[in-house]
C-alpha cells in the first residue's frame, strides 16, 4: 500500500552525526504512524524511534534518548536526526509504517523500506 526508501546511511567517527531519511510513496501525514529500527549482525532487530501519524507523539528507545530524535519534515518524509554516534549505534536502519498503531516492535508494523547502513568508527 505504502513504499518506504531510506537514506542518508554512511560511515561516521563515534561522536559524529547523522540524518537519515525516509520517504514514502504517497503521503503518510493522518495515515501511518512511522518509526525507525535498527539491526546489527547476529541481533535482534530493535525499534529506535517512532512518531504518531501526524507527527506530535514520539517513543525512544533507552539507548537513543536524548541523542536521536524522529520528526515528520513534509506529508511523506519522515527524518531521524543521529547525535552522538557510538559504535554500538552500528546497524542497518529500517523505515516502518503501519496504520494501526504506534510504539517500537516491530511485529506491529506492516510496511517497510530496504534499510540503510550506519557504521561508526570508533
Known amino acids: 500500500q505504502v513504499q518506504l526508501v531510506e537514506s542518508g546511511g554512511g560511515s561516521v567517527q563515534a561522536g559524529g552525526s547523522l540524518r537519515l531519511s525516509c520517504v514514502a510513496s504517497a503521503s503518510t501525514y493522518g495515515r501511518y504512524s512511522m518509526a525507525w529500527f535498527r539491526q546489527a549482525p547476529g541481533e535482534e532487530r530493535e525499534g529506535v524511534a517512532s512518531v504518531d501519524s501526524r507527527g506530535r507523539l514520539t517513543l525512544y528507545a533507552d539507548s537513543v534518548k536524548g541523542r536521536f530524535a524522529i520528526s515528520q519534515d513534509n506529508a511523506n518524509t519522515v527524518s531521524l536526526q543521529m547525535n552522538s554516534l557510538k559504535s554500538e549505534d552500528t546497524a542497518m536502519y529500517y523505515c516502518?509504517?503501519?496504520?494501526?498503531?504506534?510504539?517500537?516492535?516491530?511485529?506491529?508494523?506492516?510496511?517497510w523500506g530496504q534499510g540503510t547502513q550506519v557504521t561508526v568508527s570508533s
Open positions: 516502518a509504517a503501519t496504520p494501526w498503531t504506534r510504539g517500537l516492535r516491530a511485529s506491529d508494523y506492516n510496511f
